[in-house]
């Protein structure tokens, strides 16, 4: 059964830290490009990060370049967003995905095979 579980959500202040996990079970980890997506209320889900299959390759979406840092371990077969800086619009569901493109420039939701149930982040002003 694949599955994709987020932790280490919750409310922070402007400013802080806060590092989210997934962990991967069910399938080929390390056969996987991982992303991380997040949906504000209101809003559309957005695409944050990706990483590439070995973890050398990463790309950020322009609204979090600078301040996020992803990275993966293919050992452990988890992926972390690192989140510095944070402010109250990063305020969302963040998810987790998996997708067999071996690309970095998997930016499209369509794109992705397996997802996690979300998390929330919520950054007080």
């Known amino acids: 059964q694949v599955q994709l579980v987020e932790s280490g959500g919750g409310l922070v202040q402007a400013g802080a830290s806060l590092r989210l996990s997934c962990a991967a079970s069910?399938?080929?980890?390390?056969?996987?490009?991982m992303g991380w997506f997040r949906q504000a209320p209101g809003k559309e889900r957005e695409f944050v990060a990706v990483?590439?299959?070995?973890?050398?390759?990463?790309y950020y979406a322009d609204s979090v370049k600078g301040r996020f840092t992803l990275s993966r371990d293919n050992v452990e077969k988890t992926g972390s967003l690192h989140m510095d800086s944070l402010k109250p619009e990063d305020t969302a569901v963040y998810y987790c995905?998996?997708?067999?493109?071996?690309?970095?420039?998997?930016?499209?939701?369509?794109?992705?095979?397996?997802w996690g149930q979300g998390i929330q982040v919520t950054v007080s002003s």
């Open positions: 995905a998996a997708t067999r493109l071996a690309v970095v420039s998997a930016r499209r939701e369509s794109e992705y095979d397996y």
């Open positions: 069910g399938f080929t980890f390390t056969m996987y490009t």
């Open positions: 990483v590439s299959r070995g973890g050398g390759g990463t």
